[in-house]
């Protein structure tokens, strides 16, 4: 056990935010005995905090009890020059993520025995991934679990009576910036492009914030990608183990003839067959890196080659990454609307030969061109609603003139306030119709919106939500969440 660096039984800590992670960090420092506060601007969002039976306060109202204050823990959305922090260092006052606290918490054993930690993070792929490494983890025998980032806060596995003892922790850039100290048995950067650039102010500052996972004992980069392959080459683990598209050299997973092979955990140097490639989901690059960086994490921990080949072939992927809704008429559909930046679109897009593509929201500064260039090719028509979907309407006309492009504009205030949902429900409606007016047989209609959702919708699960209902609806086939529908003349494909 590792004492903790800032004494919090019964010290005044003060939590910022009440939403899924202010909450959990509320709940997690109550149990160890600290005096809790909350602090919360939204009324309605403040509401969560009044069954722990702890002080609320506006912004406003929490500047006078910051000098009374241990510690604050932040939400993970409020970025590093926010106004609050400048009063927070006028008086001294540490500042821990909820990762952070996590990572202290555990490593001193206030929630039982230390667990083991695997991170994941990247641009894209992280959910995939996290999912995937915590499959192969419980093929292996451990009692894994999936957390943080992935919808189930840390704070939650640490007070589970059943004691998971491997937590397998997706992290954003934003929670790992507000982590400096976490030091994971292994930690994974898949890839790194450009988002949140408002956040972090620069992509190096991104990049760097990423790198926060490479400090354990083993390091597992994407060498396909160049930014990531050069925190890999800087960063201080031990151990730096690399995925790639390719052969594997020495102390890599890759590919060879089309299966996923070991050439880094084996003894002797040993190359391992883990997997065909034709049995992981989702198929394409992008699910095969995914699978090669889980490999790499799960065996660091201990995993076999069998049971990563047991995990993924088990795997399902979950909503709105590349789901395939139906296929109807010779025309796909598909949701992948948990790309939210192009880096994340780019990975589902470059899978399909003929895209109708639905796109926009709040590009969160990104640039949208370099994607619009790499795919031309591949656009047969593009929707697009949102924001920020002037940029990138005018970006196709550049770079792609002869397809026909709809710009949706029903709902676009301009705002990052989403609309009323009847609005909401009718751009989503008048996006899937104009799309399938503009597809052809042999044409994947992909919703890769390469943008934030928050503009128009409550996240991007009720954005591809919505745009499964409404592909099911042009067929008159029942909405079943995420379920893929075969039309007769499919009969021989494979779902």
């Known amino acids: ?20 992670s202010g909450m959990a960090a509320a709940r997690l ?37 910051v000098p009374e204050t241990s510690l604050v823990v932040t939400s993970p959305g409020l970025p590093p020059h926010h106004s609050f922090f400048k009063e927070t260092a006028k008086a001294d006052i540490p500042v821990w993520g909820d990762v952070e606290l996590c990572w202290h918490v555990d490593k001193a054993g206030l929630c039982g025995p230390s667990r083991v930690w695997i991170a994941v ?18 093929a292996a025998g451990m009692n894994a679990v999936a957390c943080g980032n992935i919808g189930y806060p840390i704070e939650d596995a640490l007070l589970d009576p059943a004691h998971p003892d491997v937590l397998v922790c997706e992290l954003s850039s934003f929670q790992l910036h507000w982590a400096p100290s976490i030091k994971p048995l292994a930690g994974a950067v898949l890839n790194v492009d450009e988002d949140h650039i408002d956040w972090h102010g620069s ?98 921990a201990g995993a076999m080659p069998e049971h990563v080949n047991k995990g993924l072939q088990n795997f399902e992927v979950a909503p709105h990454r590349n ?31 003929n895209i109708v593509w639905i796109a926009g929201g709040q590009l969160k500064d990104a640039d949208i061109a370099p994607l619009i260039k790499e795919v031309k090719e591949r656009l047969r028509g593009a929707v697009i609603l949102g924001k920020d979907g002037d940029i990138i309407v005018r970006e196709l006309k550049i770079h792609c003139p002869d397809i026909p492009v709809v710009r949706i504009t029903t709902g676009d205030d301009g705002t990052d306030v989403p609309p009323p949902l009847p609005v909401t429900e009718q751009a989503m409606r008048e996006a899937v119709t104009a799309a399938h007016e503009i597809a052809q047989p042999g044409d994947t209609v992909v919703l890769a919106p390469a943008a934030a959702s928050y503009d128009m919708f409550r996240g991007y699960g009720h954005r591809g939500d919505l ?29």
């Not at 600290?34 to 609320?56: G, K, M």
């Not at 641009?123 to 915590?134: D, E, F, I, L």
């Open 467 to 495: 745009f499964a209902e409404y592909v099911c609806d042009l067929y008159d086939l029942p909405s079943s969440e995420h379920c893929y529908h075969r039309s007769p003349d499919d009969k021989g494909r494979s779902s």
């Open 323 to 353: 789901n395939v809704i139906l296929e109807q008429e010779g025309i796909a559909y598909v949701d992948d609307s948990k790309a939210t930046n192009p880096h994340a679109a780019r990975s589902s897009m470059l899978g399909y030969e």
């Open 203 to 300: 992509v190096d500052a991104y990049a760097q914030a990423k790198a926060q996972v490479l400090n354990g004992l083993y390091a597992v980069v994407g060498r396909d990608d160049k930014r990531a392959r050069e925190l890999g080459e800087e960063c201080a683990a031990h151990n730096v183990i690399g995925f790639r598209m390719g052969e594997p050299l020495q102390g890599e997973i890759g590919v060879h003839e089309e299966g996923l092979f070991d050439n880094a955990f084996g003894p002797n140097e040993t190359v391992r067959f883990l997997i065909e490639c034709a049995d992981i989901t989702p198929s394409g690059p992008a699910g095969i890196l995914d699978a090669g960086a889980a490999a790499a994490l799960s065996m660091a």
């Open 29 to 65: 420092l109550l149990h160890i005995g600290a005096q809790v506060s909350v602090v919360e601007d939204n009324p309605e969002v403040a509401q969560a905090a009044q069954h722990l039976d702890v002080p609320v306060y506006t912004m406003q109202e929490a500047i006078s009890h």
């Open 121 to 138: 993070t990247g641009t894209n792929g992280k959910t995939t991934t996290t999912a995937m490494t915590t499959d192969i983890c419980r």
């Open 1 to 20: 056990m590792v004492a903790l660096p800032i004494p919090l039984k019964g010290e005044s800590v003060m939590v910022l935010g009440a939403g899924v």
